[in-house]
Structure formats: C-alpha cells, structure tokens
C-alpha cells in the first residue's frame, strides 16, 4: 500500500511518524557537530582526557536517539508498530521529507536502523527500509566540499606562509617561520626524491580542521603542473605553543593517517559526502566505507560496508572459504578471496584454556570500539541478522559454522542467517608473514610486531595473547592486533619478575611452582612463545629488548595512573618511533 492509498488518519499518522525520525536525526546530528565542535578548544587546550570524553560520547550518541525514536514510534503507533502497509507509507512521506537535506544517505541509515530494531529484521526488507546495491552515496553529490586555495604567485615560501597562517590557533605559534620551513624542506625533499621538475601551481585544502586525539591536521593537495599530491600537515600543540610536526605527501602515509585502525576524526562537515569525494580523489585505493567511518560517521560506513560486500557477491562466483592462518580457538573466521574482508563468528563453546565467557568477548570489541585504536587495533564492525546465499559457502566453512557457531548460524531455505558477526578488514597473519617473506621484510615485521606491543601499551592496552598468529600485516607493512578475547588495561595486571627456583626440582616442574594469580604476567616469558628463530630473535631483542622487563611495564603503568598521555603517531608506515609525552 503506498501513501496515497492510506485513509486520512492514517496518512496523519504515517506523515507524524516520519516527521519523528526525521526530527531524532537532526536532533543526532546536531549533537555530534556539538561534540565535533569541541575539538579544536580541547587541541588548544591540550585537553587529552576531554578529548577521549568527546570520542566516547559522540559513538554513544547514535543509539541513544534510535533508541528515543523507537520509545516515541511504540507510543504513538500502539499495536500498529509492525503494521507492515502503514510502514511503507512512512517511508515514502520519509524519503520526500529528506529529498534535499543534506547527507541524505545518512537519514535512509538511521531510517533503516529504526525498522530493522522494530521488525528484527533478517537480511535486507526493502519495503520498510533502504538499501540497494546500485545506490552509490558519492552519485548525486554535484557539489564541492568547502576548501581554501592557494596559488603560487611566484613563491612557494610565501605561498606556505599564506596557508599556515590561515590555520592560526589561539595558542601561540611555537615557531612560525620554523613551521614555515619545516614545511618547504619537506615538499622539496619529496619533490627531489621523485626527481618532479614541473612547478607547483597551487595548494588545496579542506578548510576545516582535522582533528584526531592529540593532533590537529590540515588536509589536502598540492597541484603542479601536470600533477597532483596528497597533503596533511600535522600540528602539535606542546608545552611551549603551536608547531608543524609532520607533513605527509605520499598516499601511502596519507593512507595511515585515514587507516581502519586510528581513531575517528572531529572535523565539523556541513555535508561529509562532499569530504569523502576529495578523500576518495586523494586514496583512490581506500574503500568508501572506510571514509565514511574515519570522518565518525560509523553507521554510513558499516551501511557501505555492506553494499560494498553484497555489490561483490553480484558481481562474482568466488566462494566463502576458511579465512587464512590457524583456526581460532573463540571465533570461526571466513572470507572471500576475491574481497578483502574477513568474517569473525564467536562460537558456541570455547576450549578449557579460553577462561573467557561470549558476553566477556563482545565487550573487549565495544572497548575496543571506543578505546584509542593507535593505529595498532583493527576497527571491527558489528553486524546482525545477515542472510547470505548457501551456495556461495565452501562445504568446510558450513561444516564449521552449523556445528560450532550453531547458536548464531541458522539454515533458512537456500540462505544462512548469521545472527551477529564482526567483519573487519582481511590482513596476512603475521606468522605466515615472517615464514614466507623475503627476510628483509620478515625483519622488518618483527621490529613492527614489537613496535605495535609498545604503542598498544602506550594507550593502556595489553594484548593478553601475544602469539604471531593473532597480529596480521597490512599492505603498508603495518603489523596490527586482531584477536580481542584475551586483550585487557595494562593497569589491570600485575607485571611480575620470574622468581628464581630454589631448587633443581622446582626448575624441571612443568607447572609453575609458585601461585599466579589471574592478572600475573611475566614478560620475561614471552620470547619463549614466539617461534622466532635465532636470527629474528636478536632482531626482535636489539630493537625491543626492555618490553621483555617487568619493570618497564611497572613504569609504564605508573605513568598512565597519572594520566600522562603518551603519544603514538600515525607519521610514517615504517619508522619506528619512540613515544614521548605530551
């Protein structure tokens, strides 16, 4: 039944409710552009801890008012609030409502989140909520996100000079016309290295301001003539005022600073799929979904997400299979070969030596969610009540779903209803990474597989399972955590010396022969679990040696019981950098 088909109550009554959901949403959105605005007085004031109250915040925020929608539409529509025929009407008077807002995908998500709450939707109902695998958010956008240009006059110093002082701050400049310089040195060193002799003609930017934790970033190209380079300029605001502390003109850097595994950007968009259009101009190769969860629009990503993966299954024959790397004890993990997306079902029952219960799992992933990911932690989207064709799974992945997830995984007909997943970009797993590597780059792994146990710890995350198989390597290079089960808070754990055996009997014992409590770790012990040989062993120990002491972490605990913020920064792919504190 369509809307011009309804009597005229309830016509009244589809247009009232429409009118709720479109009301709750700019409610939402005020509110995060609320929280959003926040951020350039916490830079300013270097603000750390309010930064990490916004980002918690403003990722609660969007439940909150589906949530307060829902309680209003269950008051107002009674008995009707599954009225199939009355929701369609709603709809209709929805999608007129939204025509010309802006972002109006945004409005067609949390529409969709609404009915799917209201019906326990299974799969996709598209009669009561968007979704089409040929909708494209960054079609019907026509216009330009808002930047400022410069051109080159005849100066690149001045033309630099222009940009970073339209970009002042109500902290003072540390060092402007350093700044200034630190700048230039950086666009002509990469011009030298790429041997590019044409001139610059110009430099476009977002105007807004980036904000991401404890760094503020100018965002966007510069023009030659023939060319065109991606461009962040990091700002940090120390002790003694404002300075330029990186500038990133490689995509590949670029790439990071925007990764699925840092935390969510406080930049204040009028219309963000206008900022995902110049983003996707700038990373050809980054998924939409991942702009759009980057920029703190998580919802739209995990909807593009979504389209991104059934769009593929359209379009391809390739089967689920058997996601590659060691079979998980917690979760059962599929992929596709031709998509890189990894599927993470938990499952029904876990062995003896997984002291963890299903619920104590899914709250390590919303920690996660909201924690500061460094860079260092993928960024798992949740999703339920999925319907995917039978036919499109290997045998093997059927056999292991239906026997050992069945409480999650149903057979319906010629489909498989997975009631809750995570999916989460697909990496190699670092073991099979160091095995086949060229040895350089199996070197190279291992000091970032240390680097990522550092700057983990550094914001207060200790891995629980440091095994090779649960960290995986990016197409940077990167080496990132991916198996939540056994994570938890460096100040939650007592980190222990090795007692010294008072007898050769003790030292033969299989078990230990002194008690250990649940929270005791000894990092002294970690080497032996590894599987290095000798080689990568004394480079894992010549670069990071000292997260094997106790002591280390002792001190590191004490640092962030006092609630010193230690940094870790997104500036190169493969430098290995000490973490200092703000």
């Not at 980036?210 to 605001?237: D, W």
């Not at 990764?259 to 998924?287: I, W």
């Not at 498989?416 to 190279?444: C, K, W």
């Not at 062993?537 to 002591?551: G, M, N, Q």
């Amino acid at each position: 039944m369509s809307a011009t088909e309804l009597t005229n109550p309830d016509t009244t009554l589809a247009q009232r409710c429409a009118r709720v959901i479109v009301d709750e949403f700019a409610y939402y959105n005020q509110e995060f552009r609320a929280i959003t605005r926040r951020a350039p007085e916490r830079f300013e004031n270097r603000d750390w801890s309010g930064v990490q109250q916004d980002v918690v915040e403003r990722l609660d925020l969007y439940t909150e008012c589906v949530n307060r929608a829902i309680d209003e539409l269950r008051e107002t529509l009674g008995e009707r609030q599954q009225d199939v025929a009355l929701w369609q009407a709603i709809k209709e008077w929805y999608e007129a409502f939204i025509e010309r807002l802006p972002d109006p995908e945004f409005l067609k998500t949390f529409f969709s989140s609404i009915t799917r709450r209201l019906f326990g939707t299974v799969g996709v109902n598209a009669g009561i909520e968007f979704f089409a695998l040929d909708l494209d958010p960054l079609r019907g956008i026509t216009s330009k996100v808002v930047t400022n240009t410069y051109s080159n006059r005849g100066s690149i110093e001045l033309l630099v000079e222009q940009l970073l002082s339209d970009f002042r701050f109500r902290t003072p400049w540390r060092d402007f016309e350093g700044s200034v310089e630190h700048v230039l040195t950086d666009i002509r060193m990469h011009l030298e290295r790429t041997g590019e002799r044409r001139p610059i003609t110009g430099i476009e930017v977002i105007r807004p301001v980036f904000y991401q934790m404890t760094r503020a970033y100018v965002v966007g190209k510069i023009h030659g003539e023939g060319y065109t380079l991606p461009l962040a300029i990091a700002f940090r605001n120390g002790q003694r005022g404002v300075l330029v502390d990186a500038v990133m003109l490689k995509e590949a850097d670029v790439s990071v600073l925007f990764s699925f595994t840092r935390s969510y950007f406080h930049v204040d968009l009028e219309r963000v799929g206008e900022a995902v259009l110049f983003l996707k101009s700038m990373l050809p190769r980054k998924p939409v979904s991942e702009l759009f969860i980057v920029l703190g629009r998580a919802k739209q990503g995990k909807t593009e997400r979504f389209r991104e993966i059934f769009r593929h299954l359209d379009e391809t024959d390739d089967r689920f299979v058997m996601a590659p790397g060691e079979k998980g004890l917690v979760m059962a993990c599929f992929t596709i070969s031709s998509f890189d997306v990894v599927f993470k079902v938990i499952r029904d029952r876990f062995p003896a030596v997984k002291n963890v219960l299903r619920e104590e799992v899914m709250a390590k992933y919303d920690l996660v969610f909201k924690h500061d990911r460094a860079g260092r932690l993928v960024d798992a989207q949740e999703f339920k009540r999925v319907r995917f064709p039978q036919a499109r799974f290997d045998q093997e992945v059927l056999d292991e779903l239906l026997g050992e997830c069945a409480n999650t995984v149903q057979v319906e007909g010629e489909n498989i209803i997975v009631g809750h997943v995570y999916i989460e970009r697909r990496m190699t797993p670092l073991n099979l990474f160091v095995r086949s590597a060229p040895r350089d780059q199996a070197e190279m792994a291992v000091i970032e597989y240390g680097q990522c146990i550092r700057d983990l710890a550094y914001t207060n995350i200790f891995a629980g399972d440091l095994l090779l198989k649960n960290f995986g390597v990016t197409r940077q290079g990167r080496v990132i955590f991916y198996d939540y089960d056994e994570l938890c808070r460096v100040t939650d754990c007592r980190f222990r010396d090795l007692p010294e055996a008072d007898s050769y009997e003790d030292e033969m014992r299989a078990e230990s022969w002194f008690y250990v409590a649940d929270n005791d770790i000894f990092p002294e012990t970690f080497i032996n679990f590894l599987g290095f040989d000798e080689h990568l062993k004394k480079v894992f120990l010549d670069k990071h040696s000292e997260i094997l002491e106790a002591e280390w972490w002792r001190q590191l605990q004490e640092r962030l019981a006092g609630g010193d913020v230690v940094e870790v920064l997104p500036y190169h792919p493969y430098r290995v950098r000490v973490a200092s504190s703000l």
